[in-house]
C-alpha cells in the first residue's frame, strides 16, 4: 500500500531571473513570495506559506513557459507504476522525482512528500 496527492501546481518559466515573474504571480494570487527564495538567484520560488492546500511554485526552466501538476507520494516507484497502468509514460528521472507525461501530452512530476516529508491525513491510499 502508498499514498499519493496533488500537492503542487508549478508555473514553469522561461527566465533567467524570476523576480518580474514572482511580483506579478504574488500580486495575482494575493500570495507572498517564500523570503527565504532569492527570485533572481533561485531556480524555485515558493508562493504562499506551503501549507496551502494547493502549493504554487515558481521554477525556472530552459523549456517554453507552461504550468504542470506534482503528485506526491511516500512511494515514489509504486506511484509511478499505478500511473503507467493507467496510460502515463516516464519521461525523465530528475534526482528523486519523475516526470511523467499523461495520455494526454500534459506533463506531470511525482515527487516525495513536500510538507516537512510527511503525506497529509487526506492523501489518497492505493494497495
Known amino acids: 500500500m502508498h499514498k499519493s496527492k496533488l500537492v503542487a501546481a508549478v508555473i514553469d518559466c522561461q527566465t533567467d531571473d524570476l523576480t518580474s515573474v514572482t511580483q506579478f504571480w504574488s500580486a495575482a494570487l494575493g500570495r507572498d513570495a517564500d523570503p527565504s527564495d532569492d527570485p533572481a538567484t533561485a531556480k524555485y520560488v515558493r508562493v504562499g506559506s506551503g501549507?496551502?492546500?494547493?502549493?504554487?511554485?515558481?521554477?525556472?526552466?530552459?523549456?517554453?513557459?507552461?504550468?504542470?501538476?506534482?503528485?506526491?507520494?511516500?512511494?515514489?516507484?509504486?506511484?509511478?507504476?499505478?500511473?503507467?497502468?493507467?496510460?502515463?509514460?516516464?519521461?525523465?528521472?530528475?534526482?528523486?522525482?519523475?516526470?511523467?507525461?499523461?495520455?494526454?501530452?500534459?506533463r506531470f512530476c511525482v515527487v516525495r512528500p513536500q510538507r516537512d516529508g510527511v503525506m497529509p491525513g487526506d492523501a489518497n491510499q492505493w494497495v
Open 51 to 106: 501549507k496551502e492546500e494547493l502549493i504554487v511554485l515558481l521554477q525556472k526552466v530552459p523549456h517554453a513557459s507552461r504550468v504542470h501538476l506534482d503528485i506526491e507520494t511516500d512511494n515514489i516507484e509504486a506511484e509511478v507504476a499505478r500511473l503507467e497502468a493507467l496510460g502515463a509514460k516516464r519521461l525523465e528521472k530528475v534526482k528523486t522525482w519523475w516526470v511523467m507525461e499523461a495520455p494526454t501530452g500534459h
